[in-house]
């Protein structure tokens, strides 16, 4: 029997890649690299890659006389076209193992780094946040110039208010609040769900509704300004911002922390430059209207913090919605 060194390398890098998916998910660190719901999918590639591994296990050892490939007078061209890993080791194969190892030497020695405020202020910290109120300014603005509506007022009680036949449908139709990042809902019960957080007279940020409540509250400041809030989230500063303000961040995971965007709140508390950047604080307080470069941004005026551990799930993620 011979024994192919190459295809025993090839057989370990593809073990290693299920037994480090197996490992995130055994500890629970999956979560902090992908979207919760996307946890299935990284289940099956762990399996494929087993599959291939046990492949890979029949090209180790080979009988002395037999034939990889049948070549003869084309040898020459078959030796520069296919490489069934018993051609010489060469610094082109080198960097092509590294590259592939690369990963998961890192993903066993290294544990995972959660997003800080480093993070948060090259992707533009206060930029991104004041970007998004103007993203979600015109998406209501091209809304209300859909709705077919008589009058002004007609267009409030629509876009500020719930009508009787709306409030029916909520007490009929209950949607539970503990929504995970795992399911989905309709477009329809998305809406509603919308409606029925907005009729609660505190604002309590929960993880599993932080994204809906996030982007209710930057659609319309004025339906939630002097409701209590509360929230978790880290310190973040830059440059810019007052003495006694900071913002209270997150970061929203839609598939990967590669598309992790900044969410969070500009708050007013004295103590502000007392706190540390990237320090975990859960904070109650009163939401509120101020301006940041021209544009109107919900403001949280702290009425009373506690610094806290970080969470396990330090990140936040969308609730799915089904498109019909």
């Not at 780094?113 to 202020?121: F, G, R, W």
């Amino acid at each position: 029997m011979n024994f192919h060194f190459q295809q025993a390398i090839r057989a370990l890098i593809l073990l290693s890649f299920p037994i480090l998916i197996f490992k995130l998910h055994f500890t629970g660190e999956i979560t902090k690299f992908i979207n919760p719901k996307y946890e299935g999918l990284s289940i099956t590639a762990a399996i494929l890659f087993l599959v291939l591994f046990l492949i890979q296990l029949t090209r180790i050892w080979t009988a002395k006389d037999q034939k990889h490939h049948h070549c003869h007078h084309e040898e020459h061209d078959c030796f520069h076209h296919h490489d069934h890993g018993d051609t010489p080791f060469n610094s082109k194969k080198l960097l092509s193992y590294v590259v592939i190892v690369f990963p998961l030497i890192t993903g066993f020695l290294l544990p995972p780094k959660v997003l800080d405020a480093s993070i948060a202020n090259k992707k533009g910290g206060m930029a991104i946040i004041a970007n998004q109120k103007q993203q979600q300014k015109n998406e209501t603005n091209n809304e209300s110039n859909q709705l077919d509506v008589n009058s002004e007022d007609n267009q409030i009680d629509m876009l500020e208010n719930i009508n009787l036949e709306e409030l029916v449908q909520l007490k009929e139709h209950e949607i539970d609040p503990k929504i995970t990042a795992q399911e989905e809902m309709s477009e329809e019960d998305y809406e509603l769900l919308k409606k029925k957080i907005a009729q609660k007279p505190s604002v309590v940020m929960e993880d599993s509704l932080y994204s809906t409540y996030y982007e209710d509250i930057h659609q319309d400041i004025h339906k939630y300004k002097g409701k209590p809030i509360q929230l978790t989230g880290f310190a973040y500063k830059e440059d810019g911002l007052e003495q006694d303000q900071l913002v209270i961040a997150r970061f929203l995971i839609t598939h990967c922390v590669a598309d992790a965007s900044i969410v969070g709140f500009l708050t007013e508390l004295p103590a502000a430059s007392s706190i540390d950047t990237d320090t975990w604080i859960e904070v109650s307080g009163v939401l509120d209207i101020t301006t940041y470069n021209g544009m109107e941004l919900p403001f949280i005026k702290i009425t009373d913090w506690t610094i806290v551990n970080e969470p396990v799930e330090p990140y936040i993620y969308p609730i799915n919605i089904r498109i019909l």
